[in-house]
């Protein structure tokens, strides 16, 4: 119950800064996305060793009470001062007055004109772009959990294993910037077949990996391409839907994604338990990222937005 309140307030948090940043963009929109996505990277980087040192001084339960605390005094601080929209300010999106085509490259329909959430979800895309999002999400639960333990598994050292999931992270941050900048330039499915593409064959190289050389290997490029993927998805929702009720699209795609990618780990523990191996496990991961590499390839805006291609 604790961690599916904690997941709500992640989800109302993730939401709103995608759609802001993609109202205050028509050009280098991939860029935005890209760098409001490294703060996740960022903060997963600072967290954890200031985690472990404030519990390290008081406790766990008092840690989530000071951390907490300290998080939400500052969201409160650096969201006083955000507009939602440049048109809130009597302002356009950045470069929608030199490039009407790069408007609609990634945004066809402006903040009046996008779709309602009671419209999206009638939409067969709405239920696509939902299971696309799951289909990214569960390999990565089931890789975030059990990445550490099939790396002791395997007999590399215990310290290297922590080491290497944090290095995921870290290299995660590189490719939520690289990768949505390219995106500016390539287009936001054609990112997404990259980055899912990418993962794929990560996974697959993982459940041969047996030297530490192999886990480096898999540790940057996995990191790479599974953040680049991040900031892509808000990205195709926002060029599917347009602006006019982007955050609580998507909000609602994102919360139901999580809600159904909880069960990745318990699957890839369960598969475990009874085979004494990852390896079946990883298999079905790499199947998901190839799975969301077709979806993206094939997903097409909804009906009354398919002439603008």
């Not at 490294?38 to 472990?52: E, F, K, Q, R, W």
């Not at 999206?120 to 975030?144: D, N």
């Not at 006019?244 to 699209?249: C, G, M, N, V």
Request: contains cysteine; proline residues 5%.
């Amino acid at each position: 119950m604790f961690y599916g309140i904690a997941s709500l307030g992640s989800g109302i948090i993730w939401a709103p800064t995608t759609a802001t940043a993609q109202r205050w963009f028509a050009r280098q929109k991939g860029l935005a996305l890209g760098l409001v996505a490294a703060g996740v990277g960022l903060g997963t980087l600072i967290y954890a060793p200031l985690s472990n040192y404030v519990i390290q001084l008081y406790g766990w339960r008092t840690a989530y009470i000071i951390l907490g605390s300290g998080t939400a005094l500052m969201l409160l601080f650096v969201a006083l001062p955000v507009a939602s929209s440049p048109e809130k300010m009597g302002l356009t999106p950045y470069g929608a007055e030199n490039s009407e085509r790069e408007v609609e490259k990634y945004n066809p329909l402006f903040e009046v004109d996008g779709w309602t959430i009671n419209e999206a979800v009638r939409t067969k895309t709405f239920f696509g772009v939902t299971f696309l999002y799951f289909s990214t999400l569960f390999p990565i639960h089931l890789i975030a959990v059990h990445l550490v333990p099939y790396v002791l598994d395997i007999g590399i050292d215990r310290a290297i294993a922590a080491s290497a999931f944090g290095l995921v992270g870290a290299f995660s941050v590189a490719g939520r910037i690289g990768i949505p900048a390219l995106a500016d330039r390539i287009g936001w499915r054609r990112g997404l077949i990259l980055t899912c593409c990418g993962c794929t064959i990560m996974l697959l190289w993982l459940t041969i990996t047996r030297k530490l050389w192999m886990l480096y290997m898999f540790v940057v490029l996995y990191g790479l391409f599974y953040g680049g993927k991040t900031p892509l998805l808000p990205g195709l929702i926002g060029s599917f839907f347009g602006n006019r009720s982007l955050a609580e699209i998507t909000g609602t795609i994102h919360g139901l994604s999580m809600a159904f990618a909880s069960i990745g780990p318990i699957i890839g523990g369960w598969i475990f338990d009874i085979s004494g191996s990852y390896r079946i496990a990883f298999f079905i991961a790499a199947g998901f990222w190839l799975l969301s590499a077709v979806l993206s390839a094939v997903l097409n805006p909804p009906v009354r937005y398919a002439t603008l291609k």
